[in-house]
Structure formats: C-alpha cells, structure tokens
C-alpha cells in the first residue's frame, strides 16, 4: 500500500543542467500536485494536474519550468538551465478525485534540489 | 485570495509542557477545508488534521487538539504533555473548493517547534 513516492530523494545539479523530478501518486489517485519550499519558508502551489492534462499552472514560473503527467508513468516536473535560486524541496500530492474534498492530499517526501 | 498566518515563527518549550500553535486564516469562500502538517528534521510531511469550514467541532487525538473558531478565523494546535519527538515544523493550511475544483493548498510560512528535554 505505497504512498506517494518521489525520486530521486536529494537531486544535485550545476547550473544551466536540466532537472527532472518524477512523482509516482498513490494507487488509484488521478490527480497530482506539485509544490515548492524554499528554504525556511513553506509550501507553495505550482501546478495540478490530471492524466494528459494541465488543469492549473497558476503556480508555475513562467519560463523553463515544466510539468507532465502521462497516461502511463509518473508525473514530472522539468527545471530547464537550472539557476541557484532553483534550490528547493519540491513536494508532490495526490488525490483521488477532482473535488473530492473528502480526501485529504497525501504528499510524497520531496525531492531536495541542490544547485550547484 | 487565501490567506494563512502562523505569526509564531520558532517556540520553544520545555519536554511535558502543553504548547499551543496559532493558525488564522483569511478567505471569502463559504466552504473552504483546513489542515495541519508535521515536517520533522527528516523532511517529510505528515498529514496530523483536516477540518471543514461546517464542522466547529473541537477534535482530540491522543496528545493532540484542534480549536476550530470561525469567529476569529482560527485553528489553533495544542499539543499536551509535549515530547522531544514533537519537534518539528508545523504548517497549517487552507484549500477552498475552486471554480475548477481545484483543492490546491495555501500554506502559512510554518512554526518550528523545538521540545527542550
């Protein structure tokens, strides 16, 4: 009975590199979520998405930032020429359904990127 | 817009002592869900509550309590009898049901809870 599992743990990347965070949600959970904490502050929403589609991306920067979540595998979120200021934990959630407010969203252990 | 301030940036308290985190919230939403997450020095986040905007009802799990006033547009976190391995940073948020149905999370910047032995 797996949770919401990230990979990897703990990410490491030079500047202008690429990241790739991959979140896997919960057996039977459609949704996912993906959240930013920068150091010493907390979570803010990025993005939400069903399978194949982006429902909102209010969250997300504008540019070399990315999120996808296919039919089949995990969901990811892609950081293109990585910058110092990219360095964070970055939280994955899922849910069941699309306003079920019943559920409460479960959240992976992050993924803390380290940009070098 | 939502809105989540834990004015309580780091408490410390001795190991047995009760300990209360402040949470208070601003929406116009009607409906609208609140919770509680644990992060310990690992990282993780641990769901502890989720209370909904109709349910004032205060709830008690083990050491833990919620005080839920809409009132005052709060939810505060009591801890009793506290215990080292309650140390950690405490986050307290805020989801409404959206024009999408969307249930994106507003977080408050968190308290850090430090239990002294």
Known sequence: ?116 | AQKVTQAQTEISVVEKEDVTLDCVYETRDTTYYLFWYKQPPSGELVFLIRRNSFDEQNEISGRYSWNFQKSTSSFNFTITASQVVDSAVYFCALTTEGGKGVEKLTFGTGTRLTIIP
Not at chain 1, 66 to 74: M, Q, V
Not at chain 1, 79 to 103: E, H, K, L, M, T
Request: hydrophobic letters at 30%; a positive charge; aromatic letters at 8%.
């Open chain 1, 1 to 116: 009975n797996a949770g919401v599992m990230q990979n990897p743990r703990h990410l490491v990347r030079r500047r202008g590199q690429e990241a790739r965070l991959r979140c896997s949600p919960m057996k039977g959970h459609s949704h996912v979520y993906w959240y930013r904490q920068l150091p010493e502050e907390g979570l803010k929403f990025m993005v939400y998405l069903q399978k194949e589609n982006i429902i909102d991306e209010s969250g997300m920067p504008k540019e070399r930032f990315s999120a996808e979540f296919p039919k089949e595998g995990p969901s990811i979120l892609r950081i293109q020429q990585v910058v110092r200021g990219d360095s964070a934990a970055y939280f994955c959630a899922s849910s069941p359904s699309r306003g079920n407010n019943n559920q409460p969203q479960h959240f992976g252990d992050g993924t803390r990127l380290s940009i070098l």
